[in-house]
């Protein structure tokens, strides 16, 4: 077990950043002692770089302690702000947000209200409206510029909600096979109480988890699907998750079929061939509904691009942010090189 930071806890400083407390190993004692059974090397070090940032939600009257990975410095292009799909968090960027740093792009890969390791034990609502909410406060008070956002998954409907409700604060969007044609939570915003407390327990199981991962990737070893299990479920071992997460299924979710035409950013739609989750008829139809938008495929690649082919998706973002071909690849590794076995 780590030893939980104190007031005379070491900190960890790196370039500009600002000092955060952390755990005798390096972890921030905010996280769940389990993040210390990951073996992921990439996972663990940008799991030693979240912290927690004040973000005030006004029907609160308060700020919470909202979690992020803050870039080391502030620099003259377009801040990024990664979001992450369904109930997951910023260590889903755990791959691809190293390429996009060493680039020279100022990234933020925050957490969405709800999920990720914000300290939400005052608990505010966790619904549609209070996501955006925090996710604008987080902008206005710690990104401040006009900002490219990134969505995948169910990250997208975030991201087009918020870009619709806030163009000032979007430039452009970034869509990663986008989950935005379903119909919010439908009849799980229904379930009585106790069922849905049920249904979220499950949520959390590391059979259901581990199935979800498999389905998620075009190939994946066991070994690394049990390690995306541990990655992928860390933050429901918070104490409040289960009570967020209930929250947000009561609110209805996201649907935002009708807000794809009054999207007037320019987009990036990027999605992995061999998607077992959402089918790719539904990119073609995200290409033909929104107004200003480019799309490409990911050969040999399942649901989630980032994760599985990182530095692909590196480098056909950072095409799109640049407005002209890049001539040298981000990276020449094969993922498997990024990837423990």
Not at 123 to 148: I, N
Not at 312 to 332: D, H, M, N, Q
């Amino acid at each position: 077990m780590p030893v939980l930071a104190t007031a005379t806890a070491p900190t960890s400083c790196r370039g500009s950043v600002a000092c955060v407390r952390v755990s005798g190993n390096g972890f921030p004692p905010f996280l769940p002692k389990e993040v210390e059974k990951i073996r992921d090397p990439s996972a663990r070090e940008l799991a030693k770089r979240i912290q927690r940032l004040p973000v005030k939600i006004s029907f609160l009257g308060s700020s919470i302690m909202s979690s992020c990975v803050k870039p080391i410095q502030q620099t003259a292009s377009e801040p990024v702000v990664l979001l992450h799909g369904f109930d997951s968090s910023c260590l889903e960027w755990r791959y691809a947000y190293p390429y996009l740093e060493d680039a020279g792009l100022e990234a933020w890969a925050v957490d969405i209200l709800g999920w990720g390791f914000s300290d939400l034990k005052m608990l505010p609502s966790t619904g549609v409206a209070a996501k955006r909410e925090h996710l604008y406060e987080l902008w206005r008070r710690h990104v401040e510029r006009p900002m490219v956002l990134v969505g995948p998954s169910l990250g997208a409907s975030v991201a087009i909600d918020f870009a619709v409700n806030h163009p000032e604060a979007v430039t452009r969007l970034i869509l990663i096979d986008a989950s935005v044609y379903a119909e919010g939570t439908g009849n799980l915003s229904k379930l009585s109480r106790a069922v849905a407390y049920a249904g979220v327990s499950l949520l959390k199981s590391i059979p259901l988890r581990l199935y979800a991962n498999i389905l998620a990737f075009k190939k994946v070893s066991l070994g690394r699907s049990l390690d995306g299990t541990n990655i992928g479920r860390l933050h429901c071992l918070l104490p409040w998750w289960e009570d967020a997460t209930i929250d947000f299924m009561a609110g209805g979710g996201y649907n935002v079929r009708h807000q794809i035409k009054q999207v007037k950013q320019k987009t990036l739609i990027l999605w992995g061939e061999n998607d077992r989750i959402i089918n790719v008829d539904l990119a073609q139809r995200l290409h033909q509904e929104l107004p200003d938008s480019v799309f490409h495929q990911i050969p040999d690649c399942g649901h989630l691009p980032h994760v599985e082919k990182p530095d692909i998706v590196a480098e056909l973002i950072l095409k799109f942010l640049r407005g002209s071909t890049v001539e040298k690849p981000v990276s020449s590794s094969p993922v498997e090189e990024i990837l423990p076995s």
